[in-house]
């Protein structure tokens, strides 16, 4: 079963979304009502480079707005520059080459993400995004790792 959670989360990275997508179904059904959904904007963690970015993300979003009622903020955090990937080297502040769009006022997140370690990244991007003024902020991620 690990073996194959870790296939499903290394497809996503190559951009073979049709998993996340399922998931995200069941996660959105199972938690919301279709009026509710219209309310959600989806955001994503980005990557540490907009060539991974766009090649992990911006097909699923344009796949998951087309299949939900959610509004789509694959635009509303946006890459700077490029990064280090953070599992290459520990990096503490995640979100130093990230831009936060000042249309995130008002809006109730779904913030997505493949995985998730420690958190770090997702609670410096929830953090600033609540600072720029979203009602809400919760985490979607396909996977989390474990150190045994």
């Not at 991974?52 to 694959?74: E, Q, S, V």
């Not at 370690?117 to 985490?139: C, D, E, P």
């Amino acid at each position: 079963n690990d073996e194959s959670n870790r296939k499903l989360v290394w497809r996503f990275k190559d951009g073979a979304y049709s998993s996340g997508l399922t998931y995200l179904k069941e996660f959105l059904y199972g938690n919301y009502t279709h009026d509710e959904m219209r309310t959600l904007t989806i955001c994503v963690i980005p990557a540490s480079t907009q060539h991974k970015n766009d090649i992990r993300f911006k097909p699923l979003f344009k796949a998951i707005c087309d299949t939900f009622p959610l509004n789509n903020g694959y635009n509303l955090i946006t890459i700077e520059n490029d990064r280090t990937d953070s599992r290459e080297h520990k990096i503490d502040n995640t979100i130093q080459n990230l831009k936060f769009s000042q249309l995130i006022n008002g809006k109730r997140i779904i913030l997505f993400d493949d995985i998730t370690t420690r958190g770090t990244s997702f609670t410096q991007v929830a953090n600033q995004l609540k600072q720029k003024g979203a009602i809400s902020v919760i985490g979607f991620f396909l996977g989390k790792t474990y150190n045994l």
